[in-house]
T-cell receptor, first 114, second 119 residues
Framework: NAGVMQNPRHLVRRRGQEARLRCSPMKGHSHVYWYRQLPEEGLKFMVY????????ESGMPKERFSAEFPKEGPSILRIQQVVRGDSAAYFC????????????FGPGTRLTVT | AQTVTQSQPEMSVQEAETVTLSCTYD???????LFWYKQPPSRQMILVIRQEAYKQQNATENRFSVNFQKAAKSFSLKISDSQLGDTAMYFC????????????????FGKGTHLIIQP
């Protein structure tokens, strides 16, 4: 059973460009979470999605950031007009949902904005 | 809102020793879960151990065990017979649970403790 997959592993963008980060949850998992980790910090929750629904986006910046989890395909975290402060590691986690609450993490995408 | 505090930025012990990492949290929730995650240099987040708040018995996973003090809102991790491969960042995390037919909440993490196991 493959784990949570994220791609790309490393992404370099110039200021003003768009960044698209992809996350494929574990097989059988219908709940996806995105987190951001700044250097020397713990992970910060951004958004929680189920298929075709955003459940909680309380940790998402109000501008430039969006997330989706379509019926088919991976979850996408999109950052428009990136700035240097967006440079971070972005982690995706998935869980089966229901009473099975444990979150399993992908390897992360390291975004560098130049 | 929940907060998680890890007061030890870095710890260093000799191989085979026992080490305890501290974690305190603040919440008004009554139904929640606590976790310890390990992040080695590869940066992959690995679940080490979990604790349901409604369970009084402390969780144990092989060499890893927790001391869960609900009234004190304390959740420390003990690593016995430490090994070189235990060298990593360790994060304590909190999750409130609202079962509404869906999943659980996002995790709230502490800032982490960098554990170094010396040979």
């Amino acid at each position: 059973n493959a784990g949570v997959m994220q791609n790309p592993r490393h992404l370099v963008r110039r200021r003003g460009q768009e960044a698209r980060l992809r996350c494929s949850p574990m097989k059988g998992h219908s709940h996806v979470y995105w987190y951001r980790q700044l250097p020397e910090e713990g992970l910060k929750f951004m958004v929680y999605l189920q298929k075709e629904n955003i459940i909680d986006e309380s940790g998402m910046p109000k501008e430039r950031f969006s997330a989706e989890f379509p019926k088919e395909g991976p979850s996408i975290l999109r950052i428009q007009q990136v700035v240097r402060g967006d440079s971070a590691a972005y982690f995706c986690a998935s869980s089966p949902g229901g009473h099975l609450y444990e979150q399993y993490f992908g390897p992360g995408t390291r975004l560098t904005v130049t | 809102a929940q907060t998680v505090t890890q007061s030890q930025p870095e710890m260093s012990v000799q191989e085979a020793e026992t080490v305890t990492l501290s974690c305190t949290y603040d919440t008004s929730e009554s139904n929640y879960y606590l976790f310890w995650y390990k992040q080695p240099p590869s940066r992959q987040m690995i679940l080490v151990i979990r604790q349901e708040a409604y369970k009084q018995q402390n969780a144990t996973e092989n060499r890893f065990s927790v001391n869960f003090q609900k009234a004190a809102k304390s959740f420390s991790l003990k690593i016995s017979d430490s090994q070189l491969g235990d060298t990593a960042m360790y994060f304590c995390a909190f999750m409130k649970h609202e079962y509404s037919g869906g999943g659980a909440d996002g995790l709230t993490f502490g800032k982490g403790t960098h554990l170094i196991i010396q040979p």
